[in-house]
């Protein structure tokens, strides 16, 4: 192996480690504004996003290298390396639940590849009830998540990958 290519592969490495610690210091800011659920589950925590990923059962982690990587495993988006878009539009049939997602990714060349996303969910018509269960109405329960995620290949099989 030559020199430069001995340098191109520490400089890789180098930065794929920067840029993880970097997202590293800044995680447990983003844990700690984690809102609680309030026994609402999540829809997509259990349906997960992307056809693909749905046809696997949600077993996708491994193999996400396409725009929908921001959510499954964002060290995959550097696995190929061109510019994605993805749309997501459901709404459950079984009752009035909705969630949505928008994701993009673009390579960046030799530094990696970015991606952002934006995942909306909700409940409406939730049974409002007072401290006798006595129903007092109706609510809906709403969220909105945006991600913004960072992959790099650093070596040959080996990548990183981090969203915020």
């Not at 180098?14 to 970097?22: D, N, Q, R, S």
């Amino acid at each position: 192996m030559s020199a430069l290519m001995r340098f191109r592969l520490l400089t890789n490495a180098v930065i794929g480690l920067f840029v993880g610690a970097l997202f590293a210091a800044i995680l447990p800011v983003s844990a700690a504004a984690k809102s609680q659920s309030g026994g609402v589950v999540d829809p997509s925590a259990v349906l997960g996003f992307g056809a693909r990923a749905g046809a696997m059962g949600n077993a996708f982690t491994a193999l996400a290298d396409d725009a929908t990587a921001v959510y499954w495993n964002p060290a995959a988006l550097d696995q190929n390396r061109r510019k994605e878009f993805f749309g997501q539009y459901s709404q459950a049939f079984f009752d009035n639940t909705s969630y949505n997602m928008l994701a993009y990714k673009h390579p960046l060349g030799r530094m990696g590849t970015l991606g952002g996303g934006l995942i909306l969910e909700g409940v409406q018509d939730l049974t409002k009830r007072d401290i006798n269960a006595g129903n007092i109405g109706t609510f809906n329960v709403s969220k909105m998540n945006l991600m913004f995620s960072y992959g790099k290949q650093v070596t040959g099989g080996f990548y990183l990958g981090t969203s915020l």
